[in-house]
């Protein structure tokens, strides 16, 4: 996906929205102020505009006035609003999972449209001015119906944050993110267009060159990796490049980031640097790990004492076997990246199908394991990754569930509990094509 980091973040900032509204507002101040001034030297305000909609210099004031300080108003109370889901989201269900609401278009539109609302009504007040004895003027009118959209608005707010305060909603909205940033990733152009093993003959031949290590600027995480500029860069030096992190990892200024393979040292390093965007916070910008985490902590903080939620644990394992699923029938990320000769320029590392399967649920596993729902919801939810998988896929899931049932051998289930395990249990082998495997690992 050739997008520019910059751009993507500065789209996901919470201030995009409500400062293109603001903008909007203020040139829609400047047209309906232009269209009023045009109606009153043509004339035509008697002729096309009821005269109910029209307000002299006195009461277009007044109107402007206490539209523009109740829109202030409604904006305070959507703040305070926003600060009280914010402190809920940091209490119940994850910091990570700020993001999510904070980014979300409605949110933003709304502070947007009052911010806008709020802007128009000063700007006009600034600007109305009495030209002759006696002037109507219109823009008044505008101005109460950007109030009634305005109370509109407000109303959608606050159904929108209950809807949002929901951790169901919550949830299911991390799921979608995360499968739209799958498939942005592992089914884009340049991902489809794979080498086989034997064309990267130049990845066995670099082993024997010693590269030229670039470390990290600054410390923080990897945001963005824009591959198809580095495939570009790479191609005009006539070199090789290996990042040595993932997206994602925490990298500091004695990191290695970029290893160089090339003859001759006449190579900028900003120019190789700039493509790789590290900043002090994760972003989901084809972050798929990171949506895993987010999904996987409200998951444990669920299983805390001091929550004690098991049902929001269960909800995040259904969550989580959905995204799982949805990659299982993805195909790989490509390691490699050639340029339009079929030249190696790019080398990434991924993280394997395993790698993910013990994001999601090792660390559910370790504080829920007790919990005998928890633990049929996690072979469940295994099963179904399963029916979705094939090959090596299959074998990454018989090895974590081999590391799940040793992390629960030390529990003590009753038998009903026991019998439904095992039931549970052989069905997911049953999947995997491991049933002569059941006598051996089966709860007893």
């Keep these: 996906m050739a997008k520019s980091a910059a751009l993507l973040r500065i789209k996901s900032s919470f201030l995009y929205l409500p400062a293109f509204y603001g903008i909007l507002s203020a040139c829609l101040a400047f047209i309906t102020l232009f269209v009023d001034h045009l109606l009153l030297v043509s004339g035509g305000r008697s002729t096309w505009i009821p005269f109910i909609l029209l307000s002299d210099i006195s009461l277009s004031q007044t109107i402007l006035s206490s539209i523009a300080s109740s829109l202030l108003t ?27 609401f904070i980014t979300d278009h409605a949110t933003q539109r709304v502070l947007g449209i009052f911010t806008g609302g709020f802007i128009y009504c000063i700007l006009l007040l600034l600007l109305l001015k009495e030209t002759e004895e006696n002037q109507l003027f219109l823009v008044p009118a505008f101005a109460v119906g950007i109030a ?10 606050i159904h929108h944050v209950t809807t ?32 086989s093993p034997w064309d990267d003959w130049e990845s066995q031949e670099i082993a024997t060159k010693k590269p030229i290590i670039y470390m990290s600027d600054k410390a923080g995480y990897i945001q963005y990796i824009d591959i198809p500029s580095l495939v ?10 290996k990042v040595e992190r993932k997206q994602g990892d925490y990298v500091n200024e004695d990191t290695p980031l970029l290893a160089i393979y090339k003859n001759e040292k006449d190579i900028s390093k900003e120019l190789f640097m700039s493509h790789i965007s590290v900043s002090l916070a994760r972003a989901p910008l084809e972050d798929v790990e990171f949506g895993i985490r987010k999904v996987t902590e409200i998951g444990v903080r669920a299983l805390s004492a001091s929550i004690n939620d098991p049902i929001t644990a269960i909800h995040c394992i259904e969550q989580l076997s959905t995204i799982l699923s949805r990659l299982s029938s993805m195909p790989e990320a490509a390691p490699y990246f050639n340029d339009k000769n079929r030249n190696l320029r790019v080398m990434v590392r991924n993280p394997d199908f395993f790698e993910y399967l013990n994001i999601s649920f090792s660390s559910l596993i370790r504080y829920g394991k007790s919990d005998f729902d928890v633990v049929i919801s996690l072979f469940h939810a295994l099963t179904i990754i399963s029916n979705h998988s094939e090959g090596p896929r299959k074998e990454a899931i018989w090895k974590f569930t081999q590391h799940a049932l040793e992390a629960m051998k030390s529990e003590n289930y009753l038998e009903i509990e ?6 549970s249990l052989k069905e997911l082998l049953f999947s995997l094509g491991k049933s002569k495997e059941f006598t051996h690992i089966m709860f007893q």
């Design 232 to 241: 570009e860069t790479s191609c005009k030096y006539e070199c090789i490049v």
């Design 74 to 100: 409604m904006t305070t109370i959507t703040f305070s609003t926003i600060l009280v889901v914010l402190t809920t989201y940091l209490s119940q269900f994850s910091p990570r999972a700020l993001q999510n």
């Design 418 to 423: 026991k019998l439904r395990l095992n039931q």
């Design 164 to 195: 949002w305060i929901q951790v169901s909603n919550l949830l299911h909205n991390i799921t979608v993110k995360t499968i739209d940033s799958m498939e942005d990733r592992f089914l884009s152009k340049e991902n489809a267009q794979i080498d």
């Design 148 to 157: 009634i959209l305005c109370l509109i608005v407000f109303v959608f707010f």
